[in-house]
C-alpha cells in the first residue's frame, strides 16, 4: 500500500497537527465572533460562526454597528513548503484600536480518540475517497507571525495578498463570514484530491478577489508560492479557476510518482489515480464548471440572509431593551408615586399625633374645668345645708 504517502497526507493534512495560538492584545471592545476577549475563546468551526455573531448576547442592540465598525486590512493567501503542504487564509481586521488576524483554513477531522489501529483505518478510508468528514475553522490571534506558524513548515509562506485602503468597506467582516459558510456548507466532505484545503483556500482567495479587486485602492499582490498554489506533489489539483483538475492528470501522475525519487509501484499508482478520480468525480456537482461565479452567487445570497437575521436579532434586542425601558420607567414613576403617597401618609399620621397631643391636652383642660367646678358646686351645696351664724351685736 501507499503507506509512504498516506503518512505524508497524515502528517500534513491531520487535525491532530493543530498549532496552538494565543491572544495576548488587550481588548477594549469585545465582539463576538470577531475580536475575542482571550485565548478561552479564540477557535470556532466556521458551521458555527454565524450562530456566533448572531445569538451572542453581549451587547446585542450594537451587534450590526460594531460588526460594520471593523474594517478588512487585507486577505492573504499561505501555503507551506513541500510537495504535500497545508494552505490556508489569513485576514487582517480592525475595530477601532483593536487588531486582530484570523485565520481560515480546512482540516481533516479525526475522532477525539484513536487506538493505532483505528487510525490506519482512518487513513486508508481518506485515501480512497469522501469518507472522513471536516474540520472548517477560524482562530484568531494578535501577530500576523502567530497566524502563520506550523510545526512544520516553520512558517507558511505567503501565496497572494489582497491589501484594502484606509477606510475601506465596501467589503467588511459580515461578508467575510457569509463567504467562509457558503464554502463550507457548498463542499463535500473532506477529501484528499478534491475538496482538501486547497481547494478550499483557493476558492474562497479567488472569490473574494473577483468581488474586491476593482475597488479603487485594492492592490493584489504575488508571493514566492504564488506558481505553486494548488499543487500535490508537483501536479496542479486545483487551477487558477479554483476547477478540480484530478480526472485529467492520469498521465502526469504516474510520470511523477513513477519516477526513481519516488518509487512507487504500478499498483500503488494505480491505487492512486483511483482515489483521484473518484474524489474528483463524487465532489464534482454544480461547482464543476464556473466555481468561482457560483460561488460569488452564493455569497451574496449567504450575505444577504446574514445581514437581514442579524438586522431581525438586532430589532428585536432593540425592541425589548426599550420595552424593559419603559417597563422601568414605569416601575420608577409608580415607585416615585408610592413613596410620595406614603410621604403623604406619614405627613397625615404625624398630624394625627399632634391632633390626638391636643386632643388629650383638651380633654385633661375640660376634665379639671369639670373638677373645679364639681368642688364648687359642692362647696356652693355645703354651704346652703350649714345653718346660719347668729351674729351678737
Not at 479525526?110 to 483505528?118: A, K, L, N, P, S
Not at 508537483?234 to 504516474?254: G, M, R, S, Y
Not at 519516488?262 to 499498483?267: C, D, G, I, T
Request: hydrophobic share 40%; glycine share 4%.
Amino acid at each position: 500500500m501507499l503507506s509512504r504517502f498516506l503518512s505524508l497526507f497524515s502528517f500534513s493534512f491531520s487535525f491532530s497537527n493543530d498549532e496552538k495560538s494565543y491572544i495576548v492584545m488587550r481588548t477594549s471592545k469585545f465582539i463576538p465572533g470577531v475580536i475575542p476577549e482571550g485565548a478561552i475563546d479564540n477557535e470556532i468551526q466556521i458551521s458555527q460562526w454565524e450562530d456566533k455573531v448572531v445569538k451572542s448576547e453581549n451587547d446585542l442592540c450594537n451587534r450590526l454597528d460594531d460588526l460594520r465598525g471593523c474594517r478588512l486590512k487585507s486577505v492573504s493567501h499561505y501555503r507551506g513548503k513541500g510537495n504535500i503542504p497545508h494552505e490556508l487564509i489569513v485576514i487582517e481586521i480592525w475595530s477601532g484600536t483593536d487588531q486582530r488576524f484570523m485565520r481560515l483554513e480546512r482540516l481533516n477531522k479525526r475522532e477525539d480518540v484513536e487506538t493505532t489501529i483505528e487510525r490506519s483505518k482512518r487513513s486508508k478510508r481518506e485515501f480512497v475517497g469522501l469518507h472522513t468528514g471536516n474540520f472548517d475553522r477560524v482562530k484568531w490571534t494578535s501577530t500576523l507571525d502567530k497566524a502563520i506558524q506550523s510545526r512544520y513548515y516553520k512558517k507558511y509562506q505567503l501565496v497572494q495578498i489582497l491589501n484594502f485602503p484606509l477606510g475601506f468597506d465596501a467589503i467588511g467582516i459580515i461578508d467575510v463570514i457569509a463567504l467562509a459558510t457558503a464554502i463550507t456548507s457548498s463542499a463535500q466532505n473532506y477529501s484528499l484530491f478534491a475538496h482538501m484545503c486547497l481547494w478550499w483556500a483557493a476558492i474562497f482567495f479567488e472569490t473574494f478577489k473577483r468581488k474586491a479587486i476593482d475597488h479603487e485602492g485594492v492592490r493584489f499582490t504575488e508571493g514566492p508560492l504564488y506558481p505553486e498554489r494548488g499543487n500535490i506533489l508537483k501536479l496542479n489539483f486545483v487551477d487558477a479557476n479554483c476547477k478540480l483538475l484530478a480526472p485529467f492528470l492520469t498521465v502526469k501522475a504516474k510520470e511523477t510518482l513513477g519516477n526513481d525519487a519516488n518509487r512507487y509501484s504500478a499498483q500503488e499508482i494505480d491505487q492512486f489515480q483511483a482515489a483521484i478520480t473518484k474524489d474528483s468525480t463524487d465532489a464534482g456537482g454544480d461547482l464543476a464548471g464556473d466555481p468561482v461565479e457560483t460561488m460569488t452567487k452564493r455569497w451574496d445570497t449567504s450575505g444577504k440572509e446574514l445581514t437581514a437575521t442579524l438586522q431581525a436579532v438586532v430589532d428585536a434586542a432593540i425592541a425589548r431593551r426599550d420595552a424593559l425601558d419603559i417597563s422601568n420607567a414605569k416601575l420608577v414613576e409608580r415607585d416615585a408615586q408610592i413613596a410620595k403617597q406614603e410621604q403623604q401618609i406619614a405627613a397625615e399620621r404625624v398630624e394625627r399625633v399632634k391632633l390626638a397631643e391636643q386632643n388629650a391636652k383638651h380633654e385633661q383642660q375640660i376634665a379639671k374645668h369639670e373638677q373645679q367646678i364639681a368642688e364648687l358646686m359642692a362647696y356652693i351645696k355645703a354651704s346652703v345645708a350649714s345653718p346660719p351664724i347668729a351674729v351678737h351685736v
